[in-house]
């Protein structure tokens, strides 16, 4: 069995990106996570420990996005995966959607972005 931990609209300001005004000044990008964990244990004792914290994900989710520049997102996405994965063994995979509505494309768009998934290696 499965269940989800989700996160959606993570706001953050990082300097990823290939152009030079990309790392310069950086720009707001919006992170939504997916976490697949076993929550029978949680659902049942009602505490903590037996399942995983939501703050501990955004701060590990946020440091591992901002912490180094990346020029593409999908570098920047596979960092917070392994980061997720590294320091949550609860967490079986996790499901990671990049979004970057201010990227430089001569067009008129809502959004453009990634979505990457890592299921844990046994």
Known sequence: MSDTIFIT????????????HETEVGQRFVIDLELSADLSESSRTDRLADTVSYSNVVATATAAFKDTNYKLLERAAGAVAEAVLGAFPKVSAVKITVHKPHAPIAAIFDDVGIVLTRVRKV
């Open 9 to 20: 609209g993570l706001v953050i300001h990082a300097r990823h990106g290939v152009m030079d």
